[in-house]
T-cell receptor
Framework: AQSVAQPEDQVNVAEGNPLTVKCTYS??????LFWYVQYPNRGLQFLLK??????LVKGSYGFEAEFNKSQTSFHLKKPSALVSDSALYFC?????????????FGTGTRLKVLA | EPEVTQTPSHQVTQMGQEVILRCVPI?????FYWYRQILGQKVEFLVS????????KSEIFDDQFSVERPDGSNFTLKIRSTKLEDSAMYFC??????????FGPGTRLLVL
């Protein structure tokens, strides 16, 4: 069954340093992978997705993610973290057929960027 | 930029009462979803809706839950007799022909 795992509950990084938020997936067939961010008391905002094509996907707010088939990973990255990036990040995989896909979310990783 | 909206933002209710959570999806989207998130935890799928019927539902979505698209713009989630464990943040999402689901800001439901 399709699933994703986020092995880290929290990631701390200093402002200006590169950040990585990890996600691994388990799917049958080609994965459709997504990253969302949740700021306090807010909904989920779409960051980026991998469907097909280049393994390096660029998204909103300077984030990017690298799809690695051999390692079944889809880690979220940013070259230089901002304090405003502090939020809860969710990795998700599409599950389902036809047009009605649902998302299966990971448990979330809280990113804390320290000034 | 079009967005998904949800009302109310917060709802407090007594156990056993009925609640209706409302969502206005993005106007040209055809696929609609409800998810919930128990405080700070994982986001869980509840139900998907397409062509005026439920496409899929999770084990959470029991007989106490129902969804409706009453007028072509609103998409509602009804909980007939709320339980304490229904307290959560409920997110509506919609999707067009692309793969991306767009989420509303959520309704925080507190059952006392």
């Amino acid at each position: 069954a399709q699933s994703v795992a986020q092995p880290e509950d929290q990631v701390n990084v200093a402002e200006g340093n590169p950040l990585t938020v990890k996600c691994t997936y388990s799917v049958s067939g080609n994965p459709y992978l997504f990253w969302y961010v949740q700021y306090p008391n807010r909904g989920l905002q779409f960051l980026l997705k991998y469907i097909t094509g280049d393994n390096l996907v660029k998204g909103s707010y300077g984030f990017e993610a690298e799809f690695n088939k051999s390692q079944t990973s889809f880690h979220l990255k940013k070259p230089s973290a901002l304090v405003s990036d502090s939020a809860l990040y969710f990795c998700a995989v599409r599950r389902g057929s036809s047009g009605t896909y649902k998302y299966i979310f990971g448990t979330g990783t809280r990113l804390k960027v320290l000034a | 930029e079009p967005e998904v909206t949800q009302t109310p933002s917060h709802q407090v209710t007594q156990m056993g009462q009925e609640v209706i959570l409302r969502c206005v999806p993005i106007s040209n989207h055809l696929y609609f979803y409800w998810y919930r998130q128990i405080l700070g935890q994982k986001v869980e799928f509840l139900v998907s809706f397409y062509n005026n019927e439920i496409s899929e539902k999770s084990e959470i979505f029991d007989d106490q839950f129902s969804v409706e698209r009453p007028d072509g713009s609103n998409f509602t989630l009804k909980i007939r007799s709320t339980k304490l464990e229904d307290s959560a943040m409920y997110f509506c999402a919609s999707k067009g022909e692309q793969e991306t689901q767009y989420f509303g800001p959520g309704t925080r439901l507190l059952v006392l």
